[in-house]
């Protein structure tokens, strides 16, 4: 690597690994072939949950609402809607989590690598400590994949995966196709309540009257929420694709711009900007929180000296 190159370890300056230690980080034919797949407890019982909600709405639609119907059009025209959507969304839903979103490959960050890039003099590029790779221009290192991911948006534990390159387009089909199923069953139980109020509870459906109450119930609280989180996800997905941006980048550049403004306004470094930074890194499951500043006096004579301890937390 030329003396014109230079590589940019934000959290400490750690050279290139050794050529001993390239053997080791080098990722395998056999692993790259693996399938992708998080094994995150949280995520997993997350993913079951979301799996355990849509079976549930199919079973509410139906066996208390479409095959108790005196209309057979009706019935059948509304199941065979209902259950290709909801099979369209799960099978989004596996395509997201089993896809690779667009991981980095690990211990790429070697010198034979770098020599292979043919930088130009003066470029910059940045190496992530914790998994030694060179992260190209947008990726951002996930804490629960252990991975960088290309474009990385954000990691949804409803996927049990984060949503990046290769894997955003199944991700907002998942949340168009469920937006959709929970129009349609809001729909239907309303059209069943009205129905039910009619005619006699017990003829409207082969179950007793306050189970299927209450079932219609539990179907519209889940699909008024899933609707209402679906559909702010997917709007928000068409933004950033037609945008070209991402929620961390969003998130990042918000950042900067913030403290761009407050160093101008000569706001105090002292305003709990650390807090934002740790609830948004929670949020995006970023290792790398945005790098925020925060002011710590030291006691009273410190403070009539005028000294202070900046505390900064940077990473890639």
């Known amino acids: 690597m030329s003396s014109g190159h230079r590589l940019r370890d934000v959290e400490q300056q750690r050279p290139l690994l050794d050529r001993e230690d390239e053997a080791l980080e080098r990722v395998s034919p056999s692993e790259v072939k693996q399938l992708w797949f998080i094994p995150d407890c949280c995520g997993m019982v997350c993913a079951l949950i979301t799996w355990f909600l849509v079976f549930f709405a199919d079973f509410v639609v139906t066996f208390v609402m479409l095959l108790p119907s005196r209309s057979f059009w009706y019935a059948v025209i509304n199941g065979v809607v209902f259950n290709s959507l909801a099979v369209l969304a799960l099978a989004s839903h596996l395509r997201t989590m089993l896809t690779d979103p667009g991981a980095v490959p690990k211990g790429n960050a070697t010198k034979k690598y770098m020599e292979s890039l043919q930088l130009k003099p003066g470029e910059v590029i ?3 400590p914790k998994c030694c790779s060179i992260k190209p221009e947008r990726a951002h290192h996930c804490s629960i994949c252990k991975r960088c991911i290309r474009k990385m948006d954000h990691h949804c534990p409803w996927v049990n995966n984060c949503v990046g390159e290769k894997n955003q387009r199944f991700f907002v089909l998942f949340t168009m196709y469920i937006a959709v199923i929970s129009s349609h069953a809001l729909g239907l139980c309303g059209y069943q309540f009205i129905t039910c109020v009619k005619v006699q509870w017990s003829e409207c459906s082969d179950f007793s009257p306050p189970v299927t109450m209450m079932l219609m119930i539990f179907l519209c609280m889940e699909g008024l929420l899933f609707l209402t989180f679906t559909a702010v996800m997917f709007s928000t997905q068409l933004h950033s694709i037609c945008n070209d941006e991402t929620a961390v980048s969003v998130c990042l550049s918000g950042d900067r711009a913030s403290e761009e403004r407050e160093a101008d306004l000569g706001a105090p470094d002292s305003l709990g900007r650390a807090e934002v930074g ?6 995006f499951a970023l290792d790398e929180p945005i790098c925020w500043t925060q ?7 410190t403070h009539l000296e005028g000294w202070s301890r900046v505390l900064r937390l940077r990473s890639c």
Do not use: E
Request: proline fraction near 6%; aromatic fraction near 12%.
């Open 126 to 128: 940045y190496k992530c």
């Open 278 to 283: 740790v609830w948004r890194s929670a949020i």
């Open 295 to 301: 002011t710590a006096n030291l006691g009273p004579q």
